[in-house]
T-cell receptor
Framework: DAGVTQSPTHLIKTRGQQVTLRCSPK?????VSWYQQALGQGPQFIFQ???????QRGNFPDRFSGHQFPNYSSELNVNALLLGDSALYLC???????????????FGPGTRLTVT | DAKTTQPPSMDCAEGRAANLPCNHS???????VYWYRQIHSQGPQYIIHGLKNNETNEMASLIITEDRKSSTLILPHATLRDTAVYYCILRRNAGNMLTFGGGTRLMVKP
């Protein structure tokens, strides 16, 4: 049973460029959340996708956008990259409960983005 | 979601029990206590969660005080591979996002 997978593992971009990160959820999961983790800090929630719609968003600018596909996989897009966007980007998948909320989130290994 | 307080770092001898405390004095009645850990350069790993009863799984035990204002994660026989940052997180039953604090850096020493 494959866990959460992310690609690429590492990426180097220049300021002002755009980047797309990809995530495949754990088998059986229908919800994908994205987190940003700066060096030495805990992960910060960016947004969550369920049924191909953004359901909840953290305190991140509109430069950060996403998409969820019918097979539940997801993409994170960041436009107009800044040096401060350098971080580990984590994807987590989960399964929604019929009663509301969701079961525990399982994380992928992350994509290390460096902006120069 | 309410905030948690954890010691920034702890040491534990290999083979001994590691007891990681977490204070959450403002916890709400519908908030669960979740524990995750993050080994260096990897994604966070789910460990265990509970509401008010003590919980145990193959990885750890979670002890929640009767007033639910604090909890302790117990790794019964710590190994070097348990060296990681451990996060205590409160999450509503209907909640989605996880709010990570600073966590506790556990160092297991031979």
């Amino acid at each position: 049973d494959a866990g959460v997978t992310q690609s690429p593992t590492h990426l180097i971009k220049t300021r002002g460029q755009q980047v797309t990160l990809r995530c495949s959820p754990k088998s059986g999961h229908d919800t994908v959340s994205w987190y940003q983790q700066a060096l030495g800090q805990g992960p910060q929630f960016i947004f969550q996708y369920y049924e191909e719609e953004e359901r909840q968003r953290g305190n991140f600018p509109d430069r950060f956008s996403g998409h969820q596909f019918p097979n539940y996989s997801s993409e994170l897009n960041v436009n107009a990259l800044l040096l401060g966007d350098s971080a580990l980007y984590l994807c987590a998948s989960s399964l929604k409960k019929t009663s509301g909320g969701e079961y525990e989130q399982y994380f992928g290994p992350g994509t290390r983005l460096t902006v120069t | 979601d309410a905030k948690t307080t954890q010691p920034p770092s702890m040491d534990c001898a290999e083979g001994r029990a590691a007891n990681l405390p977490c204070n959450h004095s403002t916890i709400s009645g519908n908030e669960y206590v979740y524990w995750y850990r993050q080994i260096h350069s990897q994604g966070p790993q789910y460990i265990i969660h509970g509401l008010k009863n003590n919980e145990t799984n193959e990885m750890a035990s979670l002890i929640i005080t009767e007033d639910r204002k604090s909890s302790t994660l117990i790794l019964p026989h710590a190994t070097l591979r348990d060296t990681a940052v451990y996060y205590c997180i409160l999450r509503r039953n209907a909640g989605n996002m996880l709010t990570f604090g600073g966590g506790t850096r556990l160092m297991v020493k031979p």
